[in-house]
């Protein structure tokens, strides 16, 4: 185990060090998988004395979240009170207390696997996030970010600092949903995010974003073609239903040990509808219910 004292003495380690090292804030995820013998380390660099990581700020219009922060403290952030239920929405749901006050954003979002709750709200929220290295740092699209399942465009001398993404307004809404085998301490069959956006005074669809961790692979992914089908169009149960089609024509499901592909095809237009919901009550429409 080897613990840095700064970033900078971290940053440095990492530059000598590419091989052979797991980084570990407070293991959630990847003691689990060492367990499992699915990840192999030499040497674990434990991150969670690194303070200037752990963070909730409004930057002149921009959320900037550290890669230490919790998901207990995105819950209790009051920079996240207001427009940001989707956030306790999947706090609600993603683990006990015991999960919840110790898993991070930057460790739910560098596992990059199809059961990470936050990922599919950040690509909604179009986030970015930030890696740096002792040569520099690099803002990457947390789309781009993610190439496969446990994959990420991290290289080995770079730690994830924070993710970002703009402020959400009066006419914007996020919301989660996610079905699995109880109704809490859930590990996903299948989960989905969706932005909606409204034009001013009516029910317009400005703007839509859905993600959902099964859209076309084992990682979440956005469903760009159902987005187009809502764009533009005005928020009916017709234009909804529409929007569904699109969506069982884009997914590329697939079965594993938790669910069949049959399964997950028949809950995805659940759930989705669930999420579309829960944003459009969020902005004051009642009449999808």
């Known amino acids: 185990m080897y613990v840095p004292e700064n970033l ?31 990840v192999e380390a030499r040497v674990l660099v434990d991150l969670s004395g690194l303070s200037e990581f752990n963070y ?32 306790r929405d999947i706090a609600s ?8 006050n110790v898993a991070t954003v930057g460790g739910n979002i560098c596992a990059a ?12 929220l179009d986030a970015k996030v930030r890696v740096v290295s002792k040569q520099g740092e690099r803002v990457i699209d947390l789309e781009h970010f993610l190439i496969g399942k446990r994959q990420t465009a991290i290289h080995p001398n770079e730690i994830l600092a924070e993710t970002m993404f703009n402020e959400l307004d009066d006419q914007s809404a996020c919301a989660f949903e996610k079905i699995g085998m109880r109704n809490s301490l859930i590990i996903a069959f299948l989960n989905c995010s969706v932005f909606l956006k409204l034009a001013k005074g009516s029910r317009r669809i400005e703007e839509a974003k859905i993600a959902m961790n099964r859209v076309a692979g084992k990682i979440p992914s956005r469903a760009k073609k159902t987005e187009a089908e809502l764009r533009g169009n005005t928020l009916t149960k017709g234009n909804v239903e529409n929007a569904v089609r699109t969506l069982l024509s884009e997914l590329r499901l697939t079965s594993d040990f938790r669910a069949s592909e049959k399964y997950r095809r028949e809950v995805a237009p659940v759930v989705f509808k669930r999420t579309l919901i829960k944003c459009s009550e969020r902005l004051g429409e009642t009449s999808l219910v």
């Open 56 to 87: 909730v700020r409004n930057d002149n219009g921009k959320i900037r979240i550290g890669a230490l922060t919790t998901i207990q403290e995105l819950t209790s952030s009051p920079i996240l009170r207001e427009h940001y239920e989707v956030f």
């Open 8 to 38: 900078s003495e971290l940053l440095s380690y990492l530059n000598d060090h590419r091989s052979g090292v797991q980084l570990i804030a407070n293991g959630s995820d990847l003691i689990n998988r060492m367990q499992r013998r699915q």
């Open 93 to 100: 749901k993603f683990g006990g207390p015991a999960i919840v």
């Open 113 to 124: 696997s199809s059961s990470e709750d936050l990922i599919p709200a950040l690509l909604v």
